[in-house]
């Protein structure tokens, strides 16, 4: 399996309640490397830039208010096969899903509010990784 990178959010109901560290120990604890970290107020436009996709969506506005509400820790991270690893350690996007020992079982709140972000594969990774880092603030 190859070396990969993925994007990751802590969202503002995590950094609201102090678990940045909480959750980068799951992080490091499931052998992912966290290769560039920066707390961000994300702007609107960032927000739907970010969530695009998602713009069709009944929840698109409350997601944005949601991801603009408060601090977020958007990061890099490495590993073997980063993207699923990641995917695997946030646990289902609903917590009421999620296995447990995974972040969202851990930590989430909601299905909206619920921790943290990871892309879901290598071509989102790349976007999203460039929306938010240039290349020499990732130092793996
Ligand atoms: P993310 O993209 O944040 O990693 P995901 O890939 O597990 O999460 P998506 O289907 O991409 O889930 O949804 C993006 C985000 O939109 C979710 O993480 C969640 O915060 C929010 N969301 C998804 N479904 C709902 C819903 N039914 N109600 C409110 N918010 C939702
Ligand atoms: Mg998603």
Redesign the pocket.
Known sequence: MAIQRTFSIIKPDATKRNLTGAVNAVIEKAGLRIVAQKRILMTRAQAETF?AV?AARP?FG??CDFMTSGPVVVQVLEGENAIATYRDV?GA?NPANAAEGTIRKLFALS??E?T???S?APETAALEIAQFFAGNEIVG
Do not use: C, S
């Open positions: 969530y998602h929840f409350e997601l946030m996007t299905v909206g619920n943290a972000h990871g879901d």
